[in-house]
């Protein structure tokens, strides 16, 4: 494999942006490569390489890349603008959309990125409570603000640097953790501390590898939250329109106070949601005292580009093709560790899965365990083999719309030479 190209690219970024990148993950040694277009479920770099792509951009291209309908209707937005700083018809006509399938979210804002979401989301549920703590899973990843850089996965993990510098200790003092599929720690936790406002968690994690709720997980923290008067936030930016329409909460039949959504809602372009209880969601400014704005939030072009991918992904039997088609690959992918993969597990939900160096995990410590570099010495084996997954144990591998039988075949292959 040629990367000559995207090598001298990588040593000029170097000078320019910080570690070469623009966001921590796609930073991975000796160096990424760069992409010259992608389309479907392929990835094309620079030096002429062609990878079947399951990072797809680290969770928003559901439908693949380029999607054609996708596509046409954001160049019809284009025509008549994209960007007026006024209202426009489409926030309503998404935002019932995006209420038929979360009926826990009552009123919603659009935001521009999840990391935005999630920040309100909270602001929104110490306005609404008037407490200051909040608790968060150990590492669970809700975006690059200061509240959650505490014990945070994806990047902040992959690079060692859970806690971040930069935000001050007081910054931090009110987020509390606990551990996932933990209800003892939760229960003690609440106990304690008496003013706490919300937990916020992502029900199923996806930035820690990936990490399930065991049964009765989510259902005894709703009852948990409830009885302690604490909102729940779910974070549903990876699961949102993924693991079901209505997400995990849809999935597992809970019914959050507030929910975030992002990714795939902005079908490629960015966007970030936050939404929940009439009540509370009416603190937010103008109509309350909870101050949130932006200059693209509510933007058409996402707006166009989330609601045209809800509008194809609600089409009979799209998400069922799309996790049917992820069901094949890890059955294909388990039979051949099996075989032959010493000390490596597999795990599977709708179209997100995870190839696991060591123990498939139940929370942040036993995810920590997993041996990293030797995912990193497959990952290239993979990228050889034509395959591009997550550059990082950490992160979660995405089949798309796109991906096809023989995209399986070729993957199964790839680790059968890789592994
Ligand atoms: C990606 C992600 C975010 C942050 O979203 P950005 O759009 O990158 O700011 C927040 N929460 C979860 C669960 C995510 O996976």
Redesign the pocket.
Known sequence: MNLDRSKKLYEEALNLLPGGVS?PVRAFKPHPFYTARAEGSKIYDVDGNTFIDYCMA??PLILGHGNQEVRERIIDQLKSGWLYGTPVELEIKYAKLIRKYYPSIEMLRFVN??????MAALRAARGFTGRDKIVKIDG?????HDAVLVKAG?GATTHGVPNSAGVPAEFVRNTLQVPFNNVESLVDVLEKNRDVAALIL?PVM??SSLILPEKGYLKEIRKITAENDVLLIF?????GFRVSMGGAQQYYGIKPDLT?L??IAGGGL???IFGGRKEIMERVAPSGDVYQAGTFSGNPLSLIAGYTTVKILEKKGVLESVNRMTEKLAAGIEDVLKDRGEDCEIASIASMFCIYFGDRPKNYEEALRLDRDRYMEFFWKMLKNGVFLPPSQYETCFVSYAHSDEDVQKTVEAVSRSI
């Open positions: 966001s680290y969770g990125t999840g990391s935005e979401a999630t669970s990843f809700h975006g690059a994806s992502e996806g930035n974070d549903e930016v990876i699961t975030t992002g990714k960015p966007i970030g």
